[in-house]
């Protein structure tokens, strides 16, 4: 009775959900064509999961869009033609990379604003005038302090 | 019994760090000493109460006291202990009350070891640690309390998500936190600081070690998280820009940089305000990314379950603590004195512009990972920003903050020479010219242009940082032996710059490689069958039941040959836990120094086939190794006596003579 | 003017506060569909029941039609059923269900308990028409006029408050 239990419990381990992403009989007998769906695949968002690409999830949906982007290529479709079939069906959220429009100029502009900023800013620290700089002065009661370790001959 | 203790301990902690939120600081203000020792105090029993709220939840996991509400939650009798144990930290209410342990813990650090700290800057430091506890206990005890009790008692718990039952993941968000909160000292410092209207040399030499300690933890916790992905995910990933993953990463940029602008600081006695914001952006973004996790506001993989109250509550300690210390920036920072100046082609010059790439990137990541919010509340409609997104805009940021940081230590301080570094950096870039094109010509079209660049970027950095220390030893230009007397006499700081700098050119290489050159397999394959990658021959010898103290499993075993001849049995395993239900992967991975093999079985297919999936990682291990080598690096800088507090008494007075003398 | 710089920290912290705020009340899980007044895909599914014949886009237009998809295996369905199921009584609108992924012998069987609400049931086995109208859950349902344009996507259940709100006064203004 407990090895059927096992058994049992071994084959709905086996037929339970997928290990991982793509499986066997999903992929395309044309390399090329496989390899541009994995790429598509990897840039866009399994819209069920957390954050993760249809190539990288195994949940049932993942899958479905795996298949549809393959059955896009191998009818001819360019790259650009297969993730437009799933953008008017879903929007921009299924793209992982944000499509440059006006919605995301600043988002794709901002590392070289940033670092232009940052750029200036250290050049207007850089230059500044001496008048600012130079050491705090001491204190009196660090200058008589001074004196005395001076007067010591080095000894604190 | 030991539960009420517990929670009775937390409510005192309470009522103590409010103490010493308030106390100290009127000290301070009024040089009172008695008032600004109440700090001291204050600490030591706050850890202890704390302390013992924690060992009263630790029991009731031990015990698998299922009265208690967050144990039957979270635990089950059948977990093995060490996952009984982590699993106290493996949920919202728990991984809080570690949080506050390890608050009070730091604490009670700079009360016990900051005895050369001037009192009244300590008593200050103690008052803001003081303030951020009296915040988070009170979230803990208003809305996630992990002492309430369950009636009636059900017999046995909800058990711990399979996922977290993982050595690498136990120990992953001690590390992390122990990152998180360590960088709450440097915050307190610099709030300290602000409040005195004083920065100076001697603060700057205060804050590193504590930085540097935050430091190294966050590396630790960041890796560890890393390489459980790498090997539980199930497909050699190991990092995905998802928010909760980039909320770890911006403290860790944020934190990189303040330890570099503090060397300025303590060397120039200049770029205070920047570093004092650097201390204060550094545990704001740890700050962030726990409202991140806990609130619901942005899909990730890692979230706890969200509550709107819950949410609500971090954000107002967010933006208490964040906005009250730049409020107080906003009116001190200007009070603040400058020193000295550089040129721009010196080391500090290239020290800041390191600092100016590390907040570029921190600002992208922070931008890139709050964007969907921001584009929603602003209704320009939903949309995704996922990793190709970050690795467009953060390798250009990498490449030529890696280039600068051969260069950089090469420049002499004040005023460098430029055309000197450059000519002294000629093996380093011979080198990263010679591997750039190798990889080209092994690579073939097989390899992307970028892996060459990677490649021959790590070689280039790891050169360079050679060539620094072998200028420091006189190499060549002194006879061997005394190079090598100079060599053992380096101060230890001169060592965690070689082994930081060398253990990030080996993770380049390692990011370079498990990138740009993975070899993977997946198809179906029937016992007897053999399957090869990468000139490995991987022959499937059968899958068997297994069984485990929580799981059945089905595992497989796989010979592996190489060149006809045998190499190793990798048994992978497919798990289903019992409680809850759920499917887990465990792969099998041998590690190679050029890569890993990383065999993974999957379901059953037709009548006698398998799932399986073949991998080969190159330069995984290098990853992991360079993050160990930078570890190990930012732990002997610590282990540097000039850079901790408490010099030798005989030295500290000709020292002292010293540098009034030559007015640095 | 120097001093002001000191005050920009500050500035983008409350900037960033805003937003989160804000942030509290979306769900960042809830996509918008990019189809809201665009003509319904075109799709032919089986009938799920022996009267139904081809269901397709063919059998809109002419009234505003209620396109409802669901599945026996969804827990969240049988939450809006009841609603679907007085809608059906009171002839408000006329209900399209689509069979998400379903066997078709379950989903009868879970009709026959819960009531039927449909006009016409189309049966998706593999999922694929709903992939074409930008489903990835269920339920979900549309509001499609008499023209067959798509003008109203729910995600998740049907509730009182977003049928009283939103969806009926959008019908009664279609169907003048």
């Known amino acids: ?156 | 019994m030991f539960t009420e203790i517990g929670h009775y301990a937390l409510i005192l902690a309470l009522a103590v760090a409010a103490a010493q939120a308030v106390v100290p600081l009127v000290g301070a203000h009024r040089g009172d000493r008695t008032l600004m020792a109440v700090g001291r105090s204050a600490a030591f029993a706050q850890f202890l109460l704390v302390c013992v709220a924690f060992g009263a939840l630790l029991h009731a996991y031990v015990t698998s006291d299922f009265s208690v509400a967050n144990v039957a939650q979270n635990s089950h009798t059948d977990k093995p202990m060490l996952y009984k144990v982590s699993g106290l930290w493996g949920n919202h209410e728990g991984s809080l009350l570690l949080w506050i342990a390890i608050l009070s813990g730091f604490g009670a650090a700079v009360a016990g070891f900051g005895n050369n700290l001037p009192a009244a800057l300590r008593a200050r430091t103690l008052a803001v640690q003081g303030m951020i506890a009296v915040g988070f206990t009170l979230f803990i005890l208003l809305t996630s309390n992990p002492f309430e009790r369950l009636d009636p008692v059900p017999l046995n718990g909800n058990g711990l998500n399979p996922l977290l039952q993982d050595p690498g993941l136990a120990f992953h968000p001690p590390f992390l936190y122990l990152g998180y909160v360590g960088f709450s000292i440097a915050f307190s410092f610099a709030v300290a600081a602000l409040i005195e209207g004083r920065v100076d040399a001697a603060w700057a030499r205060w804050v590193r070690p504590w930085t540097l300690a935050a430091w190294v933890f966050l590396t630790v916790g960041i890796g560890l998280g890393s390489w459980w992905a790498y090997y539980e995910l199930g497909w050699g990933g190991w990092w995905y820009w998802d928010p909760v993953e980039n909320a770890s990463f911006m403290p860790w940029l944020a934190g990189t940089a303040l330890l570099h602008s503090a060397i300025i600081v303590e060397k120039r006695d200049t770029l205070k305000t920047w570093t004092i914001l650097l201390a204060i952006i550094a545990f704001s973004l740890s700050l962030l990314g726990t409202f991140l996790v806990r609130s619901g506001i942005i899909s990730s993989v890692h979230s706890f379950a969200s509550d709107p109250t819950r949410g609500l509550f971090i954000l107002a300690l967010l933006l208490v603590t964040v906005g009250g210390s730049l409020v107080l920036y906003a009116l001190r920072a200007p009070v603040l004195k400058s020193g000295g100046l550089f040129s721009a082609v010196s080391r500090e010059g290239s020290l800041v512009l390191n600092n100016v790439l590390l907040a570029t990137a921190t600002g992208t990541v922070l931008l890139g990972t709050l964007y969907p919010l921001i584009a929603d509340a602003l209704n320009l409609g939903k949309l995704s920003v996922g990793a190709p997104f970050f690795n467009a805009v953060f390798v250009p940021l990498a490449v030529p903050l890696a280039a600068a940081m051969a260069l950089g230590p090469l420049l002499a301080w004040k005023r460098g020479n430029l055309m000197r570094a450059l000519r002294a950096l000629r093996p380093a870039v011979a080198a990263g010219l010679l591997v750039a094109v190798g990889t080209l010509v092994w690579g073939g079209s097989a390899s992307p242009w970028w892996a060459a660049l990677g490649t021959g970027l790590a070689a280039y950095l790891f050169v360079g940082t050679l060539t620094e220390t072998a200028e420091r030893v006189r190499l060549f230009d002194v006879p061997p032996a005394a190079s090598l007397h100079r060599l053992v006499h380096l101060p230890r700081s001169a060592y965690g710059l070689l082994l930081s700098h060398l253990g990030l050119a080996l993770v380049i290489a390692g990011i370079t490689g498990s990138s740009a050159w993975k070899v993977e397999s997946v198809q179906t394959m029937r016992v007897g069958e053999t399957v090869v990658v990468a000139g490995f021959a991987y022959r499937l010898d059968g899958v068997e039941e297994a069984r485990g103290p929580n799981y059945v499993s089905a595992r497989a075993t796989f010979t592996v040959t190489k060149d006809g001849r045998p190499y190793a049995v990798m048994q992978p395993e497919k798990r289903l836990y019992m409680q809850p239900q759920r499917p887990t992967t465990e792969a099998a991975i041998v590690t190679t120094w050029l890569g890993d093999l990383y065999a993974v079985i999957g379901d059953a297919n037709g009548p006698d086939g398998f799932v399986t999936r073949l991998y080969f990682n190159p330069l995984v291990p290098w990853l992991w190794a360079g993050g160990i080598v930078m570890v190990l690096g930012g732990l002997v800088s610590l282990s540097d006596r000039r850079h901790r507090v408490g010099a030798p008494a005989r030295a500290h007075a000709a020292l002292a003579v010293n540098s009034v003398a030559r007015g640095a | 003017m120097r001093r002001l710089v000191y005050a920009l920290p500050l500035l983008v912290l409350a900037v960033v506060g805003v937003f989160f705020f804000v942030g509290f009340d979306r769900d960042p899980k809830l996509i918008p569909s990019p189809m809201i007044d665009k003509p319904s895909p075109a799709f032919a599914v089986p009938g799920l029941r022996g009267g139904d014949g081809t269901v397709g886009n063919a059998r809109f237009g002419g009234t505003v039609t209620l396109v409802n998809f669901f599945a026996s295996w969804c827990v969240p369905c049988r939450i809006e059923h009841p609603l679907l199921m007085e809608l059906a009584r009171a002839g408000t609108v006329r209900i399209v269900g689509i069979d998400y992924k379903d066997k078709p012998e379950d989903a009868l069987g879970w009709l026959r308990q819960l009531g039927d609400p449909y006009t016409v049931i189309g049966a998706d086995r593999d999922g694929r028409a709903a992939i074409d109208w930008g489903v990835y859950g269920v339920p979900e349902s549309y509001l499609v006029d008499r023209q067959g344009r798509i003008r109203f996507k729910q995600v998740g259940p049907i509730t009182e408050d977003v049928w009283r709100t939103t969806m009926l006064p959008m019908i009664k203004e279609l169907s003048q």
Do not use: H
């Open chain 1, 1 to 156: 009775m407990k090895r059927l239990m096992f058994v049992s419990a071994l084959a709905a381990l086996l037929a339970a959900g997928p290990a991982g992403a793509v499986m066997p009989d999903e992929i395309l007998k044309d390399p090329v064509l496989e390899q541009r769906a994995r790429g598509i695949s990897k840039d866009l968002r399994c819209l069920v999961c957390q954050n993760q690409s249809i190539d990288d999830s195994d949940a049932p949906l993942a899958r479905d869009l795996r298949v549809i982007v393959r059955e896009r290529l191998t009818a001819g479709d360019s790259d650009m033609q297969v993730v437009g079939y799933l953008t008017e069906r879903y929007g921009d959220y299924v793209l992982l990379k944000p499509p440059v429009k006006a919605t995301t100029v600043a988002l794709w502009t901002a590392p070289a604003a940033f670092l232009l900023l940052g750029l200036f800013t250290a050049r207007t620290v850089l230059r500044r005038r001496p008048a600012d700089a130079g050491p705090v002065p001491l204190s009196e009661a660090e200058r008589l302090r001074l004196q005395e370790i001076l007067s010591k001959g080095g000894q604190a």
